[in-house]
Antibody, heavy 124, light 108 residues
Framework: EVQLVESGGGLVKPGGSLRLACSAS????????MSWVRQAPGKGLEWVGR??????????DYAVPVKGRFTISRDDSKDTLYLQMNSLKSEDTAVYYC???????????????WGQGTVVTVSS | EIVLTQSPGTLSLSPGERATLSCRAS???????LAWYQQKPGQAPRLLMY???SRATGIPDRFSGSGSGTGFTLTISGLEPEDFAVYYC?????????FGQGTKLEIK
């Protein structure tokens, strides 16, 4: 059974930092393209960023609002995805989801697995 | 950056009716990378369609998708009570990826 379990959310002051983790099990994590998606209270889904599998280049891309402040990384030896968030702003307040959405070695390559979400609140 | 615009913002229909949701892109999207998601309150999104017109695992055939280039459509034929939710299109072909702002499908 595929499981994605996020951790690390909480309350942080503006300008502060937080690191989210997404622990994966039940699939070959090293082959997975993983993404972070967030949802502010009462708002729609917002893509945060994505990391490809190392086999596919390991490329990381970010949404414009978080580029330069957030860093996505992965540890395939621990089956864990990370989101390092620095210089946090009030507008970063949201539920953060990790998602396993793609494996280029599979046909079809698209998957639909999500964590339960972790709440990040940026407030003084 | 590709901007996805969904319409209408809210759609009020009755069970049994047909729903047509639109997603327009600011520039051409490779249809292989156009997806539709459903989200209910308090839940993570659920993938409905990928590749614009392929149903994800376990999605009933009353859901269908079509379109290419800059215009895509999700159609739900014969609405069931459990279909009332918020629907998002997403493109994951060009980085940065993007979601539309969502269409809320509500019971009339």
């Amino acid at each position: 059974e595929v499981q994605l379990v996020e951790s690390g959310g909480g309350l942080v002051k503006p300008g502060g930092s937080l690191r989210l983790a997404c622990s994966a099990s039940g699939f070959t994590f090293s082959k997975a393209w993983m993404s972070w998606v967030r949802q502010a209270p009462g708002k729609g889904l917002e893509w945060v960023g994505r990391v490809k599998s190392k086999t596919d280049g390991g490329t990381v891309d970010y949404a414009v609002p978080v580029k330069g402040r957030f860093t996505i990384s992965r540890d395939d030896s621990k089956d864990t995805l990370y989101l390092q968030m620095n210089s946090l702003k009030s507008e970063d307040t949201a539920v953060y989801y990790c998602s396993y959405y793609y494996d280029s070695s599979n046909d079809p390559p698209f998957f639909d697995y999500w964590g339960q979400g972790t709440v990040v609140t940026v407030s003084s | 950056e590709i901007v996805l615009t969904q319409s209408p913002g809210t759609l009020s229909l009755s069970p049994g009716e047909r729903a047509t949701l639109s997603c327009r892109a600011s520039q051409s999207v490779d249809s292989k990378y156009l997806a539709w998601y459903q989200q209910k309150p308090g839940q993570a999104p659920r993938l409905l369609m990928y590749g614009a017109s392929s149903r994800a695992t376990g999605i009933p055939d009353r859901f269908s998708g079509s379109g290419s280039g800059t215009g895509f459509t999700l159609t739900i034929s014969g609405l069931e009570p459990e279909d009332f939710a918020v629907y998002y299109c997403q493109q994951c072909g060009d980085s940065p990826y993007s979601f539309g702002q969502g269409t809320k499908l509500e019971i009339k």
